[in-house]
């Protein structure tokens, strides 16, 4: 038998007053991260990721590629109030030169940096390299190295880490 429409909204109110002392336990539970921070791409047929960290003072960094018309950039910005504000942090740019396929990393300790990892391309190289950009986390002055290069070899995605945790 169906209940009459006021009477099924009588009872949900019922139901919604029964589960209320629940509520905050589920409400706790959902901030039990931290807030969530969503980040999207906005060209969909990039197939590159999006690559975030979070300093220890609770700044978030995310590193993109950028498809420019004659080169491909990296762009790193930062937010420090969660998430709900993006500034221009730092980032790699030259002309016919494809910086890509970001992976970033915040090491903290002694020297406190922003580390980039990703595939470089020069406008004349017939390879790929994997280089590493390192900043302190002050403001974005960069020194890269070239850490895998061949010259027969494409490298193509790079993913890094620190042990920061157990030495400073």
Partial sequence: MLL?????????????????????AIAAYDEAGGDDV???????????M???DIAENG???????????????????RSTDGGD????????DSTGVDYSLPSLH???GT??????AFKYQGPSETHSEIRI?????SSAIWTVRTVLSSPTDWFYRVSITSDEMNFA
Avoid: F, K, M
């Fill in 4 to 24: 009459p429409a006021a009477l099924r909204v009588w009872v949900l109110g019922v139901l919604l007053v029964l589960i209320a002392p629940a509520l905050p």
């Fill in 106 to 108: 915040i090491a903290e």
């Fill in 85 to 92: 504000h993006w500034s221009y942090w730092g980032g790699l």
């Fill in 111 to 116: 020297q406190n940096r922003l580390y980039l």
């Fill in 50 to 52: 999006p690559n975030i």
């Fill in 133 to 137: 950009a390192y900043s302190p986390l």
């Fill in 59 to 77: 700044d978030i960094y995310v590193a993109v590629s950028v498809d420019n018309t004659d080169r491909i950039s990296i762009n790193v910005y």
């Fill in 38 to 48: 969503q980040i999207a791409r906005l060209n969909t047929t990039d197939y590159s």
